[in-house]
């Protein structure tokens, strides 16, 4: 029980990251006028991308300082993810050894 949580919650921050790196490169083709947001389906990914990614990356463009037009905010927000799938793996690693994990 205790590892099918934890695996769901990797699995989770596995498709946030993924999500991240999407909306990053579909704004980097929109930038560069090879996507057109007037297009239905481009609008829709892009809309679902935004409402999945801001809650993440907001907080993060509040305390990051501007580059000029470059968006550092998705690699901070992947690297913190990926520590804290880090941190799961090893708080379960622990939990397995101590045979408190069932």
Wanted: glycine share 4%.
């Amino acid at each position: 029980m205790v590892g099918a949580i934890f695996w769901l919650v990797s699995e989770v921050i596995h498709l946030l990251i993924l999500a991240i790196i999407a909306a990053a490169v579909l704004s980097m083709l929109v930038a560069f006028g090879v996507a057109n947001p007037r297009n239905q389906f481009v609008y829709v990914v892009g809309d679902f991308l935004n409402r999945v990614t801001e809650p993440v990356l907001r907080p993060i463009r509040r305390f990051l300082p501007y580059f000029g037009n470059i968006d550092l905010s998705p690699v901070v927000a992947i690297l913190l993810l990926e520590a804290l799938q880090m941190v799961l793996a090893d708080l379960y690693a622990r939990l397995v050894m101590s045979g408190l994990a069932f």
